[in-house]
C-alpha cells in the first residue's frame, strides 16, 4: 500500500524532466527564430547562451546519475524497465549534446554565427526526436511506480542524497543549474523543490552575488 508521508525520488525525476522537456521547447522556438532573421538578437544574446549551456549542464548531469546511480539500484526493484535502451538512448542525447556544446562554443567566441546556429539547431533536433517517447518510458515504468515500491524511508533519503551528490559532482555552476531547474517549472512545481533548499541558497539565488550571473536568462525562464 503507498505511504504518502514516504519521500519519493520519482516524483523531483518528473519534475526534471518537465524542466528538461521545456528548455528544448523554448531553445528550438528561438533558435529558429534566430535562424528566420538571420542573426541573434543582441540584447537577449548572453542570456541566451547561458540558458543552452544550463541545459547542456543539466541533461549531462542527469544522465549521468540515471546511468550511475538509479537504474543499477532499481535494476532488481523494477526489473521490466527497459534498462539497455534507455541508456542506449542517452548515447544518442550525448551526441546531440555535443553538437550543442561545440555551437554554443563557437557563439561565445563570435564566430560564424549562422552556422553554429544550424549546428545548435541540428543538436537539439537529435533529442528532442527520442525525447518524448524517452521520458515516456522512464516516467511511466520507472520513476512513476517507485512510491509503490514501500521502500524503507532511510534507504530512499540515502539513494536521494547520492544522487543529489552525484548531479552537482556533474552538472554546472550552482547559480546556474538552480536557476535553471526551478524557473523552467511552475510554481507548484518549483516550491516542492525549493522547500528542499537551505535558507542560505535561497538567498544566494534571489538576492545575493548568485542573480547577477543568473538575471541575463530571465528572458527566457518563468516568472
Known sequence: MQNENQPDIGEEYIRLHKVMSRGIKV????????LN???????????????????SSVLHGHHMVEDEKIFPYFKDKLPEVPYPRLVSEHEIFNEGLQQINSAVDNLTKETDELESLITLKTGFDKLDGIWATHIQIENTQLYGKIRDLNMDPEDMIKIEKESKEFFQENSGPGYLVIPFVLYNLSLEDRRAIANGFPDAVTSKLLFGDWKDKWISMKPFLLE
Open 37 to 55: 532573421d538571420g542573426l541573434m538578437e543582441k540584447l537577449n544574446r548572453e542570456g541566451f547562451i547561458s540558458y543552452v549551456q544550463s541545459f
Open 27 to 34: 531553445s528550438l522556438f528561438n533558435i529558429n527564430k534566430f
